[in-house]
């Protein structure tokens, strides 16, 4: 009854809204990528959602809704968590950061840990695949993932804007409501969004796990943001404040794990257009986050409770031509977290994480080919209660080349050296972990994570086909991987025993650990019109991914995606109606990590239809329906610590309504 009367209550706001016209559009440039470069112009393979695509993969989590993309998957745990894995990184290594600063949240200490940014609430998400830590952060040799919204206004609107969506899920019974309001007056430009959704257990074939449903993966979670700026012609000042409430189950294994998580974030950016004549914008982003969240064990007692205050903040000076220099990027950034795990179970000692860094990314132009060089220097400080500090200084460096062959044809080749400092958890874990089931162990002594990596790419982008081919190899040296020992932790005698004896309670043992390693693998994709007729449009995608990650001496990384392949095809007519069929091939993944089990294979067909039409004058919808693993196969995800006991969701439908007006 409570989900309706949200749902209600939305609704009226919408209806009781003024009509206004549609805010105006940014432009399409792809800005995380360095100073703000169009897809054409830059050296990272980059994958952009937005619009009627955007709200058709908009999903629970991040990792789920990018899921598609090429190079992209995600580590599920349960359907509440789901970070985003590209090119088989994922954690630490992919920064997901919101409107350019980090999520400050704990995401990156387990994997139960859902990520504080919120898809549904995103106006555009950006990843960038491959090396890309020299703006954002070290180590992240994956890519990063930016969601961007309108929370700060960076213009003002033309006039009122109001946006209000409705959708249901058939296969966890989940109700989502979202409502969006921008407008401006004079010289003051506001934003306020919101957003409620409510989910029970989802669905899987029943001959995957005998009950036809993963049991404690309901959940249910709230937000809302307000958020204002002052948009001048020497530039633009704003603050946006948001509240997140997210309460979510873990698939059990031993015992029933929910999730209950409070977070409060506060954003402030300042852009300062042209204040010299050398100069093209000064910007300033800040954030602060105090976030937190208990694990209740049996769903109502607390086991343990995870405090986290972060800050994080950014200045960067975008400087126009100077020598031989075409365009450049300079910057200062700054992270201090204070992270406490609270309860009998804790598993990390209260510790402060201090960064700062320095980096600089220029582009000087030759004729048809672009160089891009960057260099980004870090010094990390951890002191943890009990342990002496530790201290480290990753340095990163790139250099690429991007070759314009014609107006149509691109080709690319970037080389890049990165370097990722331990993590707090990776450092200092020892204890039982009961919402990831296991027992975890860091290692004090790791050092600086190396790594290096080649990168070739080729693009076309003709009136009859399109084309995108990435061939990458990575070599790490003293890759940070979590192993799983083939140890277990006996709960009942509390010691460490090699096998689990019938009838007692046991968690594997996972420690932190070193071991060179070397990621290969590519990317391709083709799409051509198969019909291109006055009113309508069929076309057809082919794709491929693939990532490999082996240790020295032998083994595997373990929980790596495997070979995708498979067609799309879409259909749009007369400006309003659109449909698409997606048929996906994963191959079986037999390289699975020490003490891993082997996932099989799968076909994942899905499709959708959707249809635009104004309702009334300057009233729009967009009527959407989604259906999702139409062959209701059993996947197990093979980038999950989960894969034997919560599969991936059976069949279902979800539909939809988007109102803007």
Same mark, same amino acid.
């Given at each position: 009854?409570?989900?309706?009367? %949200? /749902?209600?209550?939305?609704?009226?706001?919408?209806?009781?809204?003024?009509?206004?016209?549609?805010?105006?559009?940014?432009?399409?440039?792809?800005?995380?990528?360095?100073?703000?470069?169009?897809? *054409?112009?830059?050296?990272?393979?980059?994958?952009?959602?937005?619009?009627?695509?955007?709200?058709?993969?908009?999903?629970?989590? #991040?990792?789920?809704? &990018?899921?598609?993309?090429?190079? #992209?998957?995600?580590?599920?745990?349960?359907?509440?968590?789901?970070?985003?894995?590209?090119?088989?990184?994922?954690?630490?290594?992919?920064?997901?950061?919101?409107?350019?600063?980090?999520?400050?949240?704990?995401?990156?200490?387990?994997?139960?840990?859902?990520?504080?940014?919120?898809?549904?609430?995103?106006?555009?998400?950006?990843?960038?695949?491959?090396?890309?830590?020299?703006?954002?952060?070290?180590?992240?040799?994956?890519? #990063?993932?930016?969601?961007?919204?309108?929370?700060?206004?960076?213009?003002?609107?033309?006039?009122?804007?109001?946006?209000?969506?409705?959708?249901?899920?058939?296969?966890?019974?989940?109700?989502?409501?979202?409502?969006?309001?921008?407008?401006?007056?004079?010289?003051?430009?506001?934003?306020?969004?919101?957003?409620?959704?409510?989910?029970?257990?989802?669905? %899987?074939?029943?001959?995957? $796990?005998?009950?036809?449903?993963?049991?404690?993966?309901?959940?249910?979670?709230?937000?809302?943001?307000?958020?204002?700026?002052? %948009?001048?012609?020497?530039?633009?000042?704003?603050?946006?404040?948001?509240?997140?409430? $997210?309460?979510?189950?873990?698939?059990?294994?031993?015992?029933?794990?929910?999730?209950?998580? @409070?977070?409060?974030?506060?954003?402030?950016?300042?852009?300062?257009?042209?204040?010299?004549?050398?100069?093209?914008?000064?910007?300033?982003?800040? +954030?602060?986050?105090?976030?937190?969240?208990?694990? &209740?064990?049996?769903?109502?007692?607390?086991?343990? @409770? =995870?405090?986290?205050?972060?800050?994080?903040?950014?200045?960067?000076?975008?400087?126009?031509?100077?020598?031989?220099?075409?365009?450049?990027?300079?910057?200062?950034?700054?992270?201090?977290?204070?992270?406490? +795990?609270?309860?009998?179970?804790?598993?990390?000692?209260?510790? *402060?994480?201090?960064?700062?860094?320095?980096?600089?990314?220029?582009?000087?132009?030759?004729?048809?080919?672009?160089?891009?060089?960057?260099?980004?220097?870090?010094?990390?400080?951890?002191? +943890?209660?009990?342990? +002496?500090?530790?201290?480290?200084?990753?340095?990163?460096?790139?250099? /690429?080349?991007?070759?314009?062959?014609?107006?149509?044809?691109?080709?690319?080749?970037?080389?890049?050296?990165?370097?990722?400092?331990?993590?707090?958890?990776?450092?200092?874990?020892?204890?039982?972990? =009961?919402?990831?089931? /296991?027992?975890?162990?860091?290692?004090?002594?790791?050092?600086?994570?190396?790594?290096?990596?080649?990168?070739? /790419?080729?693009?076309?982008?003709?009136?009859?086909?399109?084309?995108?081919?990435?061939?990458?190899?990575?070599?790490?040296?003293?890759?940070?991987?979590? $192993?799983?020992?083939?140890?277990?932790?006996?709960?009942?005698?509390?010691?460490?025993?090699?096998?689990?004896?019938?009838?007692?309670?046991?968690?594997? %043992?996972?420690?932190?650990?070193?071991?060179?390693?070397?990621?290969?693998?590519?990317?391709?994709?083709?799409?051509?019109?198969?019909?291109?007729?006055?009113?309508?449009?069929?076309?057809?995608?082919?794709?491929?991914?693939?990532?490999?990650?082996?240790?020295?001496?032998?083994?595997?990384?373990?929980?790596?995606?495997?070979?995708?392949?498979?067609?799309?095809?879409?259909?749009?007519?007369?400006?309003?109606?659109?449909?698409?069929?997606?048929?996906?091939?994963?191959?079986? @993944?037999?390289?699975?990590?020490?003490?891993?089990?082997?996932?099989?294979?799968?076909? &994942?067909?899905?499709?959708?239809? $959707?249809?635009?039409?104004?309702?009334?004058?300057?009233?729009?919808?967009?009527?959407?329906?989604?259906?999702?693993?139409?062959?209701?196969?059993?996947?197990?995800?093979?980038?999950?610590?989960?894969?034997?006991?919560?599969?991936?969701?059976?069949?279902?439908?979800?539909?939809? #309504?988007?109102?803007?007006?």
């Amino acid at each position: 009854m409570e989900r309706r009367q %949200v /749902s209600l209550l939305f609704f009226i706001g919408v209806s009781s809204s003024l009509m206004a016209e549609e805010v105006q559009e940014l432009e399409p440039v792809i800005v995380s990528a360095p100073l703000h470069k169009k897809a *054409s112009e830059t050296v990272h393979p980059v994958n952009i959602l937005e619009g009627d695509d955007l709200a058709l993969k908009q999903a629970t989590t #991040i990792g789920e809704t &990018l899921k598609q993309e090429l190079g #992209i998957h995600s580590m599920s745990f349960g359907s509440s968590v789901g970070q985003p894995v590209i090119r088989g990184q994922v954690g630490n290594r992919v920064l997901v950061l919101q409107n350019g600063l980090g999520s400050l949240d704990v995401s990156g200490v387990s994997p139960d840990h859902a990520n504080s940014t919120e898809a549904l609430l995103a106006e555009r998400i950006e990843v960038l695949r491959g090396p890309a830590s020299l703006l954002y952060g070290s180590g992240a040799i994956g890519g #990063i993932v930016n969601v961007i919204d309108n929370r700060i206004p960076m213009y003002m609107p033309e006039a009122l804007s109001t946006t209000f969506e409705q959708r249901y899920n058939s296969v966890s019974n989940q109700w989502s409501s979202a409502l969006k309001h921008d407008g401006g007056l004079d010289k003051v430009a506001w934003h306020v969004d919101g957003f409620f959704r409510d989910s029970g257990n989802y669905d %899987v074939p029943t001959e995957s $796990n005998g009950l036809g449903y993963v049991s404690n993966t309901d959940a249910q979670s709230w937000s809302g943001t307000i958020g204002a700026s002052w %948009v001048d012609d020497w530039g633009m000042i704003g603050f946006s404040y948001n509240h997140l409430d $997210n309460n979510y189950g873990v698939p059990p294994v031993d015992e029933l794990v929910r999730i209950d998580l @409070q977070q409060n974030r506060y954003d402030l950016k300042a852009e300062l257009y042209e204040p010299f004549s050398w100069v093209e914008a000064i910007k300033l982003r800040f +954030a602060y986050n105090d976030y937190q969240h208990v694990e &209740l064990e049996d769903g109502i007692t607390v086991g343990t @409770q =995870f405090d986290n205050q972060g800050i994080e903040g950014r200045a960067e000076l975008v400087h126009k031509s100077l020598s031989f220099i075409d365009h450049g990027v300079f910057g200062f950034q700054a992270q201090s977290k204070d992270i406490e +795990a609270i309860g009998e179970e804790a598993f990390i000692p209260p510790s *402060s994480v201090q960064n700062y860094a320095g980096f600089i990314v220029e582009d000087i132009h030759a004729g048809a080919v672009t160089y891009e060089l960057g260099l980004r220097v870090e010094h990390q400080q951890v002191d +943890a209660e009990g342990f +002496a500090r530790k201290q480290h200084t990753p340095v990163s460096a790139s250099l /690429s080349a991007l070759w314009h062959v014609t107006d149509d044809v691109f080709m690319s080749l970037a080389f890049t050296h990165a370097q990722r400092a331990p993590d707090v958890q990776e450092l200092f874990s020892d204890g039982v972990h =009961f919402a990831a089931q /296991s027992y975890e162990l860091g290692d004090e002594n790791l050092g600086l994570e190396t790594s290096y990596n080649l990168e070739f /790419s080729f693009k076309t982008d003709f009136d009859w086909v399109s084309t995108e081919l990435n061939l990458f190899h990575n070599w790490s040296n003293n890759y940070i991987i979590q $192993n799983n020992t083939g140890d277990w932790f006996d709960m009942g005698s509390e010691s460490f025993v090699t096998v689990c004896a019938d009838g007692a309670s046991c968690l594997p %043992v996972y420690q932190a650990m070193q071991k060179d390693a070397r990621f290969y693998g590519f990317e391709a994709q083709v799409v051509f019109p198969v019909w291109d007729g006055e009113n309508n449009q069929f076309d057809m995608t082919l794709f491929s991914d693939f990532v490999r990650g082996e240790l020295s001496g032998g083994g595997n990384v373990p929980r790596m995606p495997p070979l995708r392949y498979g067609f799309q095809l879409d259909y749009t007519g007369y400006d309003a109606f659109a449909a698409g069929l997606r048929l996906t091939r994963a191959e079986a @993944q037999t390289h699975a990590g020490e003490n891993e089990s082997n996932t099989p294979g799968y076909l &994942l067909l899905g499709m959708n239809i $959707n249809y635009s039409v104004r309702l009334a004058d300057k009233v729009d919808a967009l009527f959407f329906v989604k259906a999702n693993n139409l062959l209701n196969e059993t996947i197990r995800n093979s980038t999950s610590f989960l894969k034997e006991v919560a599969p991936e969701p059976g069949r279902g439908a979800e539909v939809g #309504i988007r109102v803007s007006f």
